[in-house]
Structure formats: structure tokens, C-alpha cells
């Protein structure tokens, strides 16, 4: 089977790999949907690093084809619709006993990242643990934004205790950032988007955002008081991983608000006591979700009825990796997946 690798300086390949075969307690699944993450960046513009790759992919979603000798029927059945939480743990500490094996204290091995392959090929093994049921109603497209993106927004947005009656300020309207606003609004939030490129403010206007903010052209802490009758927001979600939008969203906080920080790159540099400890303020980070989170996320996402595929702006077959990546190296899109079967 054909599989996306990651060359580094911006250079991708698509390889030939085996069929995967499942070890005792893994399964196969055939993937339908493998959505991009904003992370996959990361890797698609490091530098070169050797020549041992692994398919790239950490948003699958597919249905089970093969299971390990030792999978039961209550773990995995062929034929299942799943997702799957991209982390594999020990399986024994408290981390992964909770479900979030990204903490393991042994070390997580993550799908797509390096160390274990990931999605974006036909096929995939994956630990029978690792799966979480894709609900009948929802696209396998949108089980994949929640294996990743759409559920580490909702995640966080859990952490932060949204309440409908709150303004929320999104720093940033990528993929992960468009689903926190689209989330936001759904829970009744008055939300304020922050995005330098105009095509994405615009998607998050039809998100449902109540208001954009361009900060190249405005200094977005005045912009949100402005928006707030000179209080700032009462929870804000830093999604775009630079220093500028990391400050700006911690003095954007109103007093006894709170931030979160869900972006893995950039720095941050603030006052402590005027900025934070005077103000009461909250400063937290979110790493994604557990795995009942993903469960959790999808079960919203069913009862809402909420669109999770509109956040999708581009689809593609594995053929067209190189487009791809150079279309979501620019930043100004909505999310994109590519459709291996």
C-alpha cells in the first residue's frame, strides 16, 4: 500500500509499505477518512532527519477489517466504525487506567508521529484499546476531525467551564481554532474570533462566530474590551502557538477569567502580577482529550447535529500529498482529509 512520509524542509513521499497484519492485541482498519492537523507542520517543515520514516496521520477514522488473535468481541468486531485515540500507553499506570494515555509514565507511542505508523495510508494497525465507536450518524470525515482538532477543542473548551452566558475570545481559526468557535457558539457563547488571514475569518463567521478580529490591524486586547465593555473576555482559547497571540490572550482575560493554551509551539512572555496574579486570572494548558473525551465529543457532536464536515474545505486522495501540504503550509484555509478508499 501506498503511505504519506514526512522528508523534512518541506518535502514529502509517498512510499510503498506491507498490508499491516494485527499482533495478538491490535486490529486493522481499513482508514476512509485521515484528517491534516496543523501539528503535522511541525514534522512537514523540520529539517531533514534521516532516511527511517513512518506514515504520517493522526486524525483516523476507518472500520475494522482484521483482528489480533487475542482482541474479544467487547474490544472490536470487523465491520466496527471507529476513530481512534492516537496514543498507545503501558496500559498500567493511572494516566492510561483514566484514558489518557498521552500521560502515560512510561511514555506514549503516537500514531503518525514518528513512532508508530499513522493514518494516512488504505490500512492501519492500531491497539484494540485505542478505539472509540464512530456513532452511525456521523461521517467518517467528521470522525476524523474528532480523533484530533475537533476534539481537543472540545476538550478544552470543557476544561476552560464554558457557560452560555460567556464571551469567548479564539485566538487563531485554523482547523482547531474554527472548531472552538463553532463549538463556542453552539453552547450559547458570544464568541470573538482572532485571525490575521481574511479568508479565515470569514469561515469563522460562518462558524458562528459574533465577531472578527484582524490583529495586524487592530491591538486585539483594546478590539475584545472594546467588545466587552472594557472587561475582556471571560474565557479565552489560544489555538495559533505564536508569542504576540499568547500574550495578547492572557491580557485579554477579564479579571477571575481564564486562558488556555492549547498550541504546543511558541513562547510567551507577560507581567505575572499585573497580567495574572492582580487580575486573578486562570492560565491553563490542554493537551487533546482521553479517550471518553473523544467518546464524549462525538456524542455531542451526534445530538447537536452540529456540521463537523463544513470545517472540511478541502479533500484528497493520497496521490495528491504534495498539493496538500503546500495548501495547508499557507495557513488560510479551513481543515483537510484525505480519503484513502
Given at each position: 500500500m501506498l503511505g504519506i512520509t514526512f522528508l523534512g524542509n518541506r518535502e514529502l513521499e509517498l512510499r510503498e509499505f506491507a498490508?499491516?497484519?494485527p499482533s495478538p492485541r491490535d486490529v486493522v482498519l481499513e482508514i476512509k477518512a485521515s484528517g491534516m492537523?496543523?501539528?503535522?507542520?511541525h514534522a512537514y517543515r523540520r529539517e531533514f532527519k534521516g532516511t527511517e520514516h513512518f506514515i504520517a496521520g493522526h486524525e483516523p477514522c476507518g472500520v475494522v477489517v482484521a483482528l489480533g488473535e487475542h482482541v474479544t468481541e467487547s474490544e472490536a468486531k470487523v465491520g466496527d466504525r471507529v476513530m481512534v485515540h492516537h496514543y498507545d500507553g503501558c496500559g498500567n499506570c493511572r494516566h492510561c487506567k483514566s484514558g489518557w494515555s498521552q500521560l502515560c509514565d512510561e511514555g506514549p507511542t503516537v500514531y503518525g508521529?514518528?513512532?508508530?505508523?499513522g493514518a494516512h495510508a488504505r490500512y492501519m494497525a492500531a491497539a484494540a484499546h485505542t478505539l472509540v465507536p464512530l456513532p452511525e450518524d456521523l461521517s467518517f470525515m467528521t470522525g476524523a476531525a474528532i480523533s484530533c482538532g475537533t476534539g481537543t477543542a472540545y476538550g478544552a473548551l470543557k476544561r476552560v467551564g464554558l457557560e452560555g452566558d460567556e464571551t469567548l475570545a479564539v485566538y487563531g481559526q485554523g482547523p482547531v481554532g474554527l472548531s472552538t468557535t463553532q463549538f463556542g457558539a453552539e453552547m450559547g457563547a458570544h464568541v470573538i474570533a482572532i485571525e490575521t488571514s481574511p479568508e479565515r475569518r470569514e469561515l469563522a463567521l460562518e462558524k458562528g462566530a459574533h465577531a472578527v478580529i484582524d490583529p495586524t490591524d487592530v491591538d486585539p486586547v483594546e478590539a475584545i474590551k472594546e467588545l466587552t465593555h472594557g472587561e475582556g473576555a471571560h474565557k479565552v482559547v489560544e489555538t495559533a502557538g505564536v508569542s504576540q497571540a499568547r500574550t495578547a490572550a492572557v491580557k485579554g482575560t477579564r479579571k477571575w477569567g481564564t486562558?488556555?493554551?492549547?498550541?504546543?509551539?511558541?513562547?510567551l512572555t507577560f507581567m505575572v502580577g499585573p497580567d495574572?496574579?492582580?487580575?486573578q486570572v486562570t492560565l491553563?494548558?490542554?493537551w487533546t482529550f482521553s479517550k471518553n473525551g473523544q467518546a464524549d465529543c462525538a456524542r455531542f457532536v451526534s445530538d447537536r447535529k452540529i456540521d463537523v464536515d463544513s470545517v472540511f474545505t478541502h479533500q484528497f486522495k493520497l496521490e495528491q500529498a504534495d498539493e496538500a501540504y503546500k495548501l495547508l503550509d499557507q495557513q488560510k484555509t479551513g481543515k483537510?482529509?484525505?480519503l484513502p478508499s
Open positions: 498490508d499491516p497484519t492537523c496543523g501539528t503535522d507542520l508521529s514518528g513512532q508508530g505508523h486562558c488556555c493554551f492549547i498550541a504546543g509551539g511558541g513562547e495574572l496574579v492582580f487580575r491553563v494548558g490542554h483537510g482529509v484525505f
